[in-house]
């Protein structure tokens, strides 16, 4: 139902073009006048071309000479262009297949050198990656100088100054706890740079963290340290050292 509308709409418009298609133009002989005489007569004085023939639109349409054959002279010219062109085209041609060619050769021989000598390169992007030297032995030559100076846990104790021993204590337990996480430290690291290395799993970190802080004012900042706070960063550390540290 919705189509019929369409339908008559279409109708409406197509009908008028079947009427004006069907109709014949009125012909009218063209005459000229005695004023058009004098304006052609005019004009010859002025250059412009009277004698040119012009086609009248409301003349019958000229007869179409369908059976003309082009001169010899320009088909011979036109089949030399033709053969131009077809030499310009087969020379693009070359040297387009010659650039394809070098190019293809080029990017084969780079493929070839990636495989050949290329293949066994490996590249981590990795911040922290596998270390294959952890498995060294201790008191390895690029470990800090603080790292391979520790002695043993009576040794620390017995010394009476409890400055030193508490830096002692502080190289003692973060050595040892860096060692057991198999983290190979290097020569210019600070107890900081160790401690940040460790993970955040580790066990008892908090009071790593606060010995190497203790430490640090005691080495750098001239402060006293009480027998009271010595033995309490003793007992917070005896875990990180094992239960038979000595």
Request: charged share 25%.
């Amino acid at each position: 139902m919705r189509l019929i509308p369409l339908y008559f709409v279409l109708l409406f418009l197509i009908i008028p073009l079947q009427n004006s298609s069907a109709q014949e133009a009125v012909r009218t002989p063209l005459e000229i006048g005695p004023s058009g005489e004098e304006y052609l007569k005019s004009l010859r004085f002025r250059r412009i071309g009277t004698d040119v023939g012009y086609f009248d639109p409301t003349a019958p349409a000229p007869e179409l000479k369908t059976d003309q054959q082009p001169d010899k002279e320009t088909g011979e010219n036109g089949e030399a262009s033709d053969r131009g062109n077809q030499s310009r085209g087969g020379e693009v041609n070359s040297v387009r297949w010659t650039i394809g060619l070098v190019m293809a050769l080029v990017l084969g021989a780079i493929f070839y050198l990636f495989l050949r000598f290329g293949g066994n390169i490996s590249v981590s992007l990795k911040r922290e990656s596998g270390n294959i030297s952890r498995n060294r032995p201790k008191g390895q030559p690029d470990a800090p100088a603080w790292a391979t100076r520790t002695g043993s846990l009576e040794d620390i104790l017995r010394t009476s100054d409890r400055r030193l021993a508490l830096i002692q204590l502080m190289r003692k337990a973060l050595s040892t706890t860096v060692s057991a996480n198999g983290i190979l430290m290097q020569r210019s690291w600070t107890a900081r740079d160790a401690l940040r290395h460790l993970p955040s799993t580790q066990s008892h970190l908090d009071r790593l963290r606060e010995l190497v802080l203790a430490s640090e004012r005691v080495q750098f900042g001239g402060r006293d340290v009480s027998e009271e706070e010595f033995r309490s960063h003793v007992d917070g550390c005896r875990p990180l050292l094992g239960t038979g540290a000595s």
